[in-house]
């Protein structure tokens, strides 16, 4: 499974709008369920109001109904394997299990297999507000 989402975020960059950037991201969530959500970034004029690819594959996800996730891969022209920033390693920490594998790629599909834990530790938490 890790290569068929690998290969669908890689491909869900040609489906990015980002015309201030120029840094198309695509994403492939996979939930319990078996089904495969993508996402790929969609900038606008004003910069807070862009949503990257991450979180348009959770959002849409969520939307449907899906709240349990397996696996994610997030692909960009990168020189390294690409990180999610700070917003979707929030978002990622909501939706996601500690332990619940991220694969992070380049165009090179250089690879680097994290888990949500990995990438944020010592979130903020739901609990944290109870």
Do not use: W
């Not at 090179?108 to 990438?119: A, E, G, M, P, Y």
Request: with cysteine.
């Amino acid at each position: 499974m890790k290569e068929k989402l690998l290969e669908k975020a890689i491909q869900m960059r040609t489906k990015a709008y980002v015309p201030y950037s120029e840094f198309p991201v695509g994403a492939a969530l996979l939930t319990s369920s078996g089904k495969i959500y993508t996402g790929c970034n969609i900038e606008n004029a004003a910069y807070p109001s862009t949503c990257c690819a991450e979180r348009v594959a959770i959002f849409k996800a969520i939307s449907d109904g899906e709240t349990e996730f397996t696996e994610m891969a997030v692909a960009a022209d990168t020189k390294r394997p690409v990180p999610p920033c700070g917003t979707c390693r929030q978002v990622m920490s909501e939706f996601f299990d500690p332990d619940m594998t991220i694969h992070l790629t380049n165009l090179n599909k250089n690879v680097q297999t994290v888990t949500t834990d990995q990438l944020l530790p010592f979130s903020f938490q739901k609990e944290d507000m109870e």
